[in-house]
């Protein structure tokens, strides 16, 4: 930090004024327009400002903002990832700037698709992508598991974006997705995890565990609605005879009613989805089904988790096209998003194929709401997003609204021109995946019935192409 002294420096402050004026200014405009005469000058003014003034990228390139404080959070914080063996290793530091944005000063340190649209670790608008996404999604604030293990963020609600949302991550969001931790005091709790964290449950008490889970994030979950609140999830560790995953848990609600019976269903359907596209060569995500405490509850193995302490880097398709493409809604969905990625080469041809494979299965299956965060990407060597196991496939359609279940006349997507070879083979895909509904006693027989003509209509709308 700069000192008392430095504080009331005269150039200091005019710089700092001059930066509030015009942030992300060059070193060239700001010694002409301060009158400092030269570049050696200008670089003492820089050293004497310390911490009021943030210099964003490198050589030639390299431009300045005031400084700015987060309110109960201050304008600095560390960024660590953590390896695939649990440790923490320092990236860099993300500093808030003047009258909005943010700068990481170690941009090199994270793949080049989040690094800024200019590569420089600047973001002037909003909050990086990367760290916006630390807030899980289906995890509610001030969620805790059993004996005291803190499913999300402690504060009340969900935060707003910006200011108060980083304040809550650098705090809170030690386990965040991914391999990122932001702020010293998530750090710490991310070092700590293992040391703090409930011994992880063996796989046979899964059916006694998980019920316990669910009431405390439950309960959280109804007294702070927003987003995630119709899914509900908790995290847990699962000792696979010695040998430990890192599980997050959908569950279904806990009372007897035709919606909860169809919430059940519906984690089955997810479950079952999940089988037939790696069947079907479709890299899936790893899930299971628990039944316990008069509740359905889906395993969903965490991909970006390796052991009991380990973390593998992952960026789901909502912030990957956040950092390409602010302000390009994601709900025109994936297959739109993946081709805006493709468009600026940040993704390769055969990951938007399998994207669009991917969407159109969903269309087959009812799902049409296009969650950004069911595709996610993990990256090679040389920063290439390559798309991870796909998770939350589901028949979204069918989903009670309140207590009613809606009546659909179930109709499968019609091909879209030129892409007739990817419309069979999603519809083949999603035929297997109904009939593998129709077929599971898990699921209600009214369910069941309704997977079978789903099915049905499918084959005949695959015939009818044949016969084209």
Same mark, same amino acid.
Not at 208 to 224: F, I, N, Q, S, T
């Given at each position: 930090m700069a000192s008392a002294q430095d504080a009331s420096d005269p150039p200091v402050d005019a710089l700092v004024e001059a930066l509030e004026r015009a942030p992300l200014s060059r070193a060239n405009t700001l010694i002409a327009g301060l009158g400092l005469g030269s570049q050696p000058t200008f670089s003492r003014v820089v050293g004497r400002a310390g911490d009021r003034v943030v210099a964003i990228g490198r050589a030639r390139a390299r431009r300045y903002a005031a400084a700015r404080v987060v309110a109960g959070a201050g304008s600095r914080w560390p960024v660590y990832r953590v390896d695939a063996a649990g440790e923490l290793h320092r990236l860099g530091t993300l500093a808030? &700037?003047? !009258?909005?944005?943010?700068?990481?000063?170690?941009?090199?340190?994270?793949?080049?698709?989040?690094?800024?649209?200019?590569?420089?670790?600047?973001? !002037?608008?909003?909050?990086?992508?990367?760290?916006?996404?630390?807030?899980?999604?289906?995890?509610?604030?001030?969620?805790?598991?059993?004996?005291?293990?803190?499913?999300?963020?402690?504060?009340?609600?969900? !935060?707003?974006?910006?200011?108060?949302?980083?304040?809550?991550?650098?705090?809170?969001?030690? #386990?965040?997705p991914g391999d990122l931790v932001v702020g010293e005091e998530a750090a710490r709790r991310a070092a700590a995890r293992h040391l703090t964290d409930a011994?992880?449950?063996?796989?046979?008490? %899964?059916?006694?565990?998980?019920?316990?889970?669910? %009431?405390?994030?439950?309960?959280?979950?109804?007294?702070?609605?927003?987003?995630?609140?119709s899914r509900p999830e908790f995290s847990a560790a699962v000792d696979a005879g010695g040998s430990v995953r890192r599980v997050a848990v959908a569950f279904s609600p806990s009372e007897y009613s035709d919606a909860a019976r169809r919430w059940c269903d519906l984690l089955v359907c997810e479950h079952l989805a999940a089988? @037939?596209?790696?069947?079907?060569?479709?890299?899936?995500?790893? @899930?299971?089904?628990?039944?316990?405490?008069?509740?359905?509850?889906?395993?969903?193995? %965490?991909? #970006?988790?390796?052991?009991?302490?380990g973390r593998r880097a992952v960026v789901t398709l909502a912030t990957l096209l956040a950092e390409a493409r602010p302000g390009l809604a994601i709900d025109r969905g994936w297959t739109a998003a993946a081709r805006a990625l493709r468009a600026d080469r940040r993704i390769g041809a055969d990951v938007l194929e399998r994207v669009h494979l991917i969407e159109t299965c969903a269309r087959f299956l009812g799902d049409t709401g296009s969650d950004p965060f069911a595709l996610s990407f993990v990256f090679d060597d040389d920063g290439t997003p390559a798309l991870a196991p796909v998770r939350r496939?589901? !028949? *979204?359609?069918?989903?009670?609204?309140?207590?009613?279940?809606?009546?659909?006349?179930?109709?499968?997507?019609?091909?879209?021109?030129?892409?007739?070879? @990817?419309?069979?083979? *999603?519809?083949?895909?999603?035929?297997? @995946?109904?009939?593998?509904?129709?077929?599971?006693?898990?699921?209600?027989?009214?369910?069941?019935? &309704? *997977?079978?003509?789903?099915a049905r209509t499918i084959d005949e709308a695959l015939a009818r192409d044949t016969r084209r």
């Open positions: 808030a &700037i003047a !009258p909005a944005g943010w700068a990481l000063d170690a941009p090199a340190g994270l793949p080049l698709p989040l690094a800024g649209r200019r590569g420089d670790g600047c973001w !002037p608008a909003s909050l990086p992508p990367f760290v916006e996404a630390l807030w899980p999604a289906g995890v509610h604030a001030g969620s805790h598991g059993p004996d005291g293990d803190r499913v999300g963020p402690s504060v009340g609600g969900e !935060p707003e974006p910006g200011d108060e949302h980083l304040a809550a991550i650098v705090r809170f969001a030690d #386990d965040a011994p992880p449950i063996p796989e046979s008490e %899964r059916p006694r565990a998980y019920p316990e889970y669910a %009431r405390a994030a439950g309960d959280v979950a109804a007294a702070a609605p927003g987003p995630g609140a089988r @037939t596209l790696a069947a079907h060569g479709v890299p899936a995500a790893d @899930t299971a089904i628990v039944e316990g405490g008069s509740r359905v509850f889906l395993e969903v193995a %965490r991909f #970006d988790r390796v052991g009991a302490r496939l589901v !028949p *979204a359609a069918y989903a009670p609204a309140g207590e009613h279940l809606p009546p659909l006349r179930y109709q499968p997507p019609a091909p879209e021109p030129g892409h007739g070879p @990817t419309w069979r083979e *999603a519809g083949a895909i999603a035929r297997s @995946t109904w009939r593998a509904i129709a077929g599971d006693d898990r699921v209600s027989a009214s369910f069941r019935a &309704i *997977a079978g003509d789903n």
